[in-house]
């Protein structure tokens, strides 16, 4: 696809959204939100899995339509990102099996882990990405609540002081176990936070999946207002489905990323939910105005 006709495909697909808006299909947005592309006061991101196109079409796509960078992005291809001047917003420390269900909860996964991570973050930080992921892991019957936070504290409060001397935050992500991710523990986000206060480092923190803590407990915008110190990074979905996060779901995304941008959040907001729509794009498009705010 040529540069120029990937920009009238992006101008295309935001008329769309807009002709959508006017005929009332798109409530949550008036028709001259939606036909406005100005980011706004938050840097918007996509992930990587929830679109089929090579990665730098996706690129030039996202850039076209105002997006800031691309999340869950494997160190191989960081500098395909790079190169198109978007930022990893959030990068995977390698590639292997089970990602999510191996974390930290689990100390006979320790060893692995911080190897992993002392690999990748000089990594990360000659190639300018600030955010790498980590998971808290499946339960472990051997191990409760308790003891699966501390086992948390202690391997990740082993990392902290090199991502800090990197200028990297690990980002720890909170799941549903309800639903997507069964037996994951860190599935509430009052055990991601006593994690962060545990470990009390500016470079590890949470990431906070608007989808999956609004399946587990809801109440998204008190507890985002709350817990804003302990959160460096969000990601957003439709409920129910992991669709489009218009109003065709039962989230105001509209209403949550004004209430994040009034904290003076300065990290991403990276989408993640698979569109509906055979053109994903102007499912793209839309998440994007929407969360213009």
């Given at each position: 696809m040529s540069l120029d006709k990937a920009g009238v495909n992006r101008r295309i697909a935001l008329g769309r959204i807009a002709a959508l808006a006017v005929a009332g299909t798109a409530p949550m947005l008036a028709a001259n939100e939606t036909a406005k592309t100005a980011p706004g006061r938050l840097r918007q991101s996509l992930c990587r899995w929830t679109s089929k196109a090579p990665l730098p079409e996706l690129c030039r796509s996202l850039k076209d339509m105002?997006?800031?960078g691309i999340d869950l992005i494997y160190p191989d291809e960081w500098s395909i990102?790079?190169?198109s001047g978007l930022a990893v917003s959030m990068g995977y420390a390698s590639r292997r099996e089970k990602f999510i269900q191996t974390g930290f909860n689990d100390p006979a996964n320790h060893a692995m882990l911080l190897n992993e991570l002392e690999t990748a973050i000089p990594r990360a930080k000659q190639?300018?990405?600030?955010?790498?992921?980590?998971?808290?892991?499946?339960r472990n019957p051997a191990i409760d609540e308790g003891r699966a936070a501390e086992n948390c504290i202690a391997g990740l409060s082993k990392i902290a002081p090199l991502a800090a001397d990197?200028?990297?935050?690990?980002?720890?992500?909170?799941l549903n176990s309800k639903v997507d991710h069964r037996g994951y523990q860190g599935d509430h986000t009052a055990f991601g936070v006593a994690v962060m206060k545990g470990i009390?480092?500016?470079?590890v923190k949470l990431l906070y999946d608007i989808y999956h803590m609004q399946i587990m407990e809801g109440d998204v915008i008190r507890t985002i207002r709350d817990n804003i110190a302990w959160i460096g990074h969000f990601h957003t979905g439709g409920v129910p489905g992991r669709h489009e996060i218009n109003g065709t779901q039962e989230l105001?995304?509209?209403?949550?990323a004004a209430a994040i941008a009034d904290l003076n959040y300065t990290g991403y907001i990276a989408h993640e939910f698979s569109p509906t729509r055979s053109d994903a794009s102007v499912s793209q498009a839309e998440a994007f105005a929407i969360c213009s705010v």
């Open positions: 105002g997006f800031a990102v790079n190169d190639a300018g990405v600030k955010n790498l992921i980590a998971m808290f892991g499946n990197n200028g990297i935050t690990i980002c720890v992500e909170l009390g480092s500016p470079n105001n995304y509209r209403a949550i």
